[in-house]
């Protein structure tokens, strides 16, 4: 079992920043892929950007070069730095777990909204 626990969500106006934050219970040097989805009412879930243990990183194409996703290996901790924050960024934001022993985990998520 692997508790993820993220923070960082709020309210920000269009062309704001946000750094979600997400730390998990167990040494993050075991788990293969921390990533980061989001939700949006009546949407389907989606990937935003992933991070492995070797540090290779991925992103949706609507969020590259405005969102950075890391890692800090001694804080149990990835992070998701969101900057030009758009409205169409709205959602809940999820963080998961994915290669723990072969298994998936899921936060709880964290409410981001972008409005003026």
């Known amino acids: 079992q692997v508790q993820l626990v993220e923070s960082g969500g709020g309210l920000v106006q269009p062309g704001g920043s946000l750094r979600l934050s997400c730390v998990a219970s167990?040494?993050?040097?075991?788990?293969?892929?921390m990533g980061w989805y989001r939700q949006a009412p009546g949407q389907q879930r989606e990937s935003v950007a992933d991070i492995t243990s070797g540090g290779n990183t991925n992103y949706v194409d609507s969020v590259k070069g405005r969102f950075t996703i890391s890692r800090d290996n001694a804080k149990n901790t990835v992070y998701l730095q969101m900057n030009s924050l758009k409205p169409e960024d709205t959602a809940v934001y999820y963080c998961s777990v994915s290669g723990y022993w072969g298994m998936t985990f899921w936060g709880k998520g964290t409410l981001v909204t972008v409005s003026s």
């Open positions: 167990v040494s993050i040097t075991s788990i293969r892929t």
